[in-house]
């Protein structure tokens, strides 16, 4: 089993500035994916980031927005860039669909 | 394309009843399946998968999930509830590739009478 550590578990942010979350995982794993989870809802896939190449993004988020970074095999960042209110979800990072782990996730407040 | 629907999004039972949360999948190649459970303000945790071999699958607390090919369905049961067991469930599904993607359903929250 993979264990995921999120960075940070819950931020409160003001609109117009960027929050980077850290996702490490404790093995190497060739997949992370970041994920959305709006108030209420289910979790909606943002992007894929794989080690060495740039992320692909769903439809609906784009890499200005969402810009990711995966230097390592163990490690992904994401960004939400200017931030507004309507940011405010909880992002999960997940390693590789195979052992679909997730971190506990960071829960974004943008006021 | 792959796609999960989860019938009810409110599903209600009594203590020690069945419980029974609907998945159906679509899929154009075999699929991986998963139940996953989120309680208020936490992570989420996987109950079950289902990859290859016996369709009946057990996973953590109790739970257990059949794929049926034939239904395209994944249906998570539990023969009798706890009222620990009160959460949000979601359904998943992704391909068989390291570069598949999980897709999930719109999750369905169980509640537990006492």
């Known amino acids: 089993s993979a264990v995921i550590s999120q960075k940070p578990s819950r931020d409160i942010c003001q609109r117009g500035t960027s929050l980077t979350i850290q996702c490490q995982v404790d093995s190497q794993v060739t997949m992370m994916f970041w994920y959305r989870q709006q108030p209420g809802q289910s979790l909606t896939l943002i992007a894929t980031?794989?080690?060495?190449?740039?992320?692909?993004?769903e439809s609906g988020f784009v890499i200005d927005k969402f810009p990711i970074s995966r230097p390592n095999l163990t490690f992904s960042t994401l960004t939400v860039s200017n931030m507004s209110p309507e940011d405010s979800s909880i992002y999960l990072c997940?390693?590789?669909?195979?052992?679909?782990?997730f971190g506990q996730g960071t829960r974004l407040t943008v006021v | 394309a792959q796609s999960v629907t989860q019938l009810g999004s409110h599903v209600s039972v009594s203590e020690g009843a069945l419980v029974l949360l609907r998945c159906n999948y679509s899929s154009s190649v075999p699929p991986y399946l998963f139940w996953y459970v989120q309680y208020p303000n936490q992570g989420l945790q996987l109950l079950l998968k289902?990859?290859?071999?016996?369709?009946l699958v057990k996973g953590i607390n109790g739970f257990e999930a059949e794929f049926k090919k034939s239904e395209t369905s994944f249906h998570l049961t539990k023969p009798s509830a706890h009222m620990s067991d009160a959460a949000e469930y979601f359904c998943a599904v992704s391909g068989r590739s390291s570069a598949s993607k999980i897709i999930f359903g719109s999750g369905t929250r169980l509640s537990i009478r006492p």
């Open positions: 980031a794989n080690q060495g190449s740039e992320a692909t993004y």
């Open positions: 997940s390693a590789s669909h195979l052992e679909a782990f």
């Open positions: 289902y990859t290859t071999g016996a369709t």
